[in-house]
């Protein structure tokens, strides 16, 4: 079964790609398995994904919505219900690049 795909109402992910970042030690040789979630960052939720082998950060955007002339970004009491499906993690801002993965 495939992870539902984020709304559809939703621009593209920022481009923040670097393809030729550093080599990262075990975890880089594996093809990233990326999982949608809700990026928490003071308390605000943005929608997001990341790789549940190395927890790298894929990409994220804000919780919008359409509406007359354009998009508006979603109360984050809506983004919760909407997405209350979505793994949450909380993370220290967007600047970070990899999710704390759960030890298991
Ligand atoms: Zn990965």
Known sequence: MK?????????KYKKKTKSNCSK????SDHKHQNKDCLLIVENRPYLGSYCTVCGKIRGWNYCLEKCEGGYRE?????????YKDLEQIAIKDLFVKYVPLKAD
């Open 3 to 11: 992870n539902k795909e984020l709304g559809n109402d939703i621009p």
């Open 24 to 27: 990262s030690k075990s975890k």
């Open 74 to 82: 979603l109360p984050k009491e809506e983004v919760y219900s909407k």
